[in-house]
């Protein structure tokens, strides 16, 4: 479709509103569907990484982290996921005696974790401006807002597994000898 006809072809479907509502209403639909899809996989990568630390370290229960799948309040709440896991994550490593297991360096994910709150946010304000005056333009930016979402939240995760890995999995440590 040529550019100068889009703005006409959008028009005319705008002006045939049974349609226009409906597709409309089944791209929100699509939409907030995904969205909730990627929420419950980021509750679940919370969970996995809570879980590990002990729960006297825990800067929060292991139930309200799956808050993040909550249109819109999810944004604020995956904010506080990131700030919680990087204290409790210093929590544990205060605790523990740093000749056993010295602290590590940096700051527990928290600025990959403050980056991939900001891409989820741009990611949820283009798809809500998907249905304005340039969808074409809209829906381009939503694209690549949604891939640097996706390599920030990668790349946060990748650094908090490194951490969650020199915390000792409580699971094994219930197993008897013979299954280890």
């Known amino acids: 479709m040529e550019p100068e006809n889009y703005q006409a072809t959008l028009d005319e479907l705008n002006a045939s509103s049974t349609s226009f509502v409906g597709i409309i209403i089944v791209a929100i639909i ?17 969970t996995m990484t809570f879980f590990r630390i002990p729960e006297e370290h825990r800067k929060i229960s292991l139930g309200k ?3 993040v799948m909550v249109p819109f309040y999810g944004l604020y709440w995956l904010y506080m ?16 005696d740093p000749e056993d297991e010295p602290m590590p360096e940096g700051d527990f994910g928290q600025t990959y974790g403050l980056l991939m709150c900001i891409s989820a946010a741009l990611v949820h304000l283009a798809a809500l401006a998907v249905f304005w005056k340039s969808p074409l333009i809209l ?3 939503m694209g690549i807002s949604t891939a640097l979402s996706l390599l920030l939240t990668v790349k946060y995760f ?3 597994f490194k951490i969650r890995q020199r ?3 409580p699971e094994l440590e219930m197993l008897p000898e013979s299954y280890i």
Not at 34 to 46: D, E
Not at 81 to 96: I, K
């Open 30 to 46: 699509m939409i907030v569907s995904i969205l909730s899809a990627i929420s419950a996989v980021l509750a679940f990568l919370y």
């Open 65 to 67: 982290i799956w808050l």
């Open 81 to 96: 996921l990131t700030r919680e896991l990087a204290a409790s994550f210093r929590a544990y490593f205060e605790a523990q």
């Open 139 to 141: 829906g381009l930016s």
């Open 158 to 160: 990748l650094e908090v």
């Open 167 to 169: 915390i000792p999995d």
